[in-house]
C-alpha cells in the first residue's frame, strides 16, 4: 500500500511540475440576508413536500382543529408534546415530556407534537433548537411520526440567515437539530428506507 501511495504522489508531483500554480479561492461566500426573500413560504412548503412530508397551510385559530383531525386520521391517540408547546388536541391524549419521558415510554406513543426553532425556505429544512417549543432532542428522533408547527414569521430565505439566527442557542451550548423531511436512508444499491434515525412520517403544519 505504501509503495502504491508513493508511486501515485510522485507522478502527481511530477506533473504538476516544481512550481504548481495556486488558482484563486472566490471568497465571496454568501451571507445572511443575500438570499431571495420574496415567496419564502411558498418556497418552504414546495421544498418540504419534496422530501416527502406531508404540508397543511393552516391558520392560527384552525392549528388545534388541524391538529386534531390530522392525528384521527392517522391514529394517533396518546402523543408527547414539547413542555413549551401551547396547543390543545380534541381527542389526543398529549403527554407532556416534563419531567423527560424515557426512550422506552417515547416508543410507546404514537407520535410527538413540537414547535420550531426557524424553518428554512432554500432547502425545506426544519430547524429544532432544544428550547421549549422544539423540545430536547430526543423527545423528536424516537416517536415514529412528528407532528411539527411551523409559523410563517418564523421561515427564513437561506441556510446562512438561519446560522444567524441560532446565535443563542449555539452560545448556550443546546442542541440544534436540521430536519429535511422524514428520516430516510438508502443502501448501496440506493433502496429508500424510512424511519432508520428519526420519524417515518413527518406532518408539517405552516400557520398563518
Do not use: K
Not at 53 to 63: D, I, N, P, Q
Not at 175 to 192: H, K, Q
Request: hydrophobic share 45%; glycine share 12%.
Amino acid at each position: 500500500m505504501d509503495a502504491a501511495r508513493a508511486e501515485i504522489l510522485g507522478r502527481v508531483r511530477s506533473a504538476l511540475g516544481p512550481a504548481p500554480a495556486v488558482p484563486e479561492v472566490d471568497r465571496r461566500y454568501r451571507g445572511a440576508g443575500d438570499a431571495e426573500a420574496a415567496g419564502i413560504v411558498e418556497r418552504f412548503c414546495e421544498r418540504v413536500a419534496d422530501y416527502r412530508a406531508t404540508v397543511h397551510r393552516v391558520s392560527e385559530a384552525g392549528l388545534a382543529a388541524a391538529l386534531s383531525d390530522r392525528c384521527g386520521a392517522l391514529g394517533a391517540r396518546r402523543i408527547a408534546v414539547a413542555p413549551g408547546a401551547p396547543w390543545l388536541v380534541d381527542g389526543v391524549d398529549l403527554v407532556a415530556d416534563d419531567p423527560p419521558l424515557g426512550a422506552r415510554a417515547l416508543d410507546g406513543l404514537d407520535g410527538v407534537l413540537s414547535g420550531c426553532a426557524l424553518a428554512i425556505a432554500e432547502t425545506g429544512t426544519i430547524v429544532l433548537d432544544g428550547g421549549p417549543a422544539s423540545g430536547r432532542r430526543a423527545l423528536t428522533l424516537v416517536p415514529d411520526l412528528h407532528l411539527c408547527v411551523v409559523f410563517e414569521r418564523q421561515v427564513v430565505a437561506g441556510v446562512p440567515d438561519a446560522i444567524a439566527a441560532l446565535g443563542d442557542a449555539a452560545r448556550d451550548g443546546r442542541p440544534i437539530t436540521f430536519v429535511s423531511g422524514p428520516s430516510a436512508t438508502s443502501d448501496i444499491e440506493l433502496n429508500r428506507v424510512e424511519g432508520v434515525h428519526g420519524p417515518r412520517t413527518l406532518e408539517v403544519f405552516v400557520t398563518t
